[in-house]
């Protein structure tokens, strides 16, 4: 089974940017749209942007503009840039499958403070 280590969360301030990624344990075949999901405090797990194998991307609406969603097949790894940061968007972050297809990684937090 698959397995996904994300990385690069932290601490910013409002405004400010940080490129997530997601390093799968093996190849993933193109067919697959790889997504990348958010849980803040409280809330339930959302795709925030998935991405297919030729690289066409979708962004939920609050992510839409500040977020960009990446993959590079050859390193097995995907990225997410986020810019403009937001306290809302303060949550630990996953990627898998846009339907996911295997177990849940640990997730990177990320913290937006003012």
């Known amino acids: 089974q698959v397995q996904f280590v994300e990385s690069g969360g932290g601490l910013v301030q409002p405004g400010g940017s940080l490129r997530l990624s997601c390093e799968a344990s093996r190849s993933i075949p193109n067919i697959y749209v790889m997504g990348w999901y958010r849980q803040g405090p409280g809330k339930q797990r959302e795709l925030v942007a998935d991405?297919?194998?030729?690289?066409?991307?979708n962004y939920a609406d609050s992510v839409k503009g500040r977020f960009t969603i990446s993959r590079d097949n050859a390193k097995n790894t995907m990225y997410l840039q986020m810019s403009s940061l937001k306290p809302g968007d303060t949550a630990v972050y996953y990627c898998?499958?846009?339907?996911?297809?295997?177990?849940w990684g640990q997730g990177t937090q990320v913290t937006v403070f003012s």
């Open positions: 898998n499958g846009a339907v996911p297809f295997t177990s």
């Open positions: 991405i297919t194998g030729e690289g066409r991307t």
